[in-house]
């Protein structure tokens, strides 16, 4: 169901594009728009897990640094049928974690330290079988395929202030503009947004099955998320927020249709309602 969204919004994401470029500049703002948002995320998407790594101080690590750590990684890896990524350390003490990469060929792993003396065995086990699945369901992909069009309508919604839109007889509407500019950035955030809550359902989704125990991925969820609010992250930013296995900068009420991911009260009530099986 939520790849099924996933698919439905990215098809309203492309849609409010369309609708916006044909309505103020016909193709060719589409086209121009297009190929801005493909240059900026298609260098994001290639290089972005090395700006990662760096912004968050992450050390890749051997077998000998983190044994229990590496064997989790790599025994999940092996149930998943995906070549074994590079694993990282993050030296903060607030537990946390994402995955990232561009295919499984090339994903990396990284944990805080914190989450190592937080958690339990199973419980690291299923936060790390959540990231697996990202990596399984490629959402680096996803979610750069989302960040293109985000960023091809703002550029658009960023053009109506300054050319502003014409009707049919030649005359220039700045109100128009002035509600394409204001309007436009905020529906590509919300689907945006929106989006990447879906692919962190699939992701719980698929550490369930893969570890075969929800419960220990919900009892995670809640560890992290009350250790996040209580201690955020020192280098938590707003560009890889998205990336972490709980948001290190959420919110309630309406912030929270801005939320890159679901409630946490929500997905560990998904995960407790799920069948544990023995493994």
Known sequence: MNGVKTFLLIVAMTGVLVLMGGYLYGNAGVALALAIGLIMNGVSYFFSDSIVLASYRARIITPADAPELYAIVDNLAR???LPMPRVAIIPDETPNAFATGRNPDHAVVAVTAGIMRTLSRQELEGVLGHEMGHIKNRDILIGS???VLAQAIMFLSHLALWFTPRDEE???????GIAVYILGPIAAMMLQMAISRSREYLADDYSARLTG???????????ISGYNQAVPM??????SAHMMIVN???????SSLFSTHPPIAKRIERLNGMAVEAR
């Open 170 to 176: 030649g005359r220039s509407n700045p109100l128009a």
């Open 213 to 223: 125990r929800p419960d220990m991925l919900a009892s995670a969820l809640s560890r």
């Open 145 to 147: 395929l989302a960040a």
């Open 79 to 81: 149930r998943a049928g």
């Open 248 to 254: 290190p900068l959420s919110g309630g009420g309406i």
């Open 234 to 239: 020192h280098h938590a930013e707003p560009a």
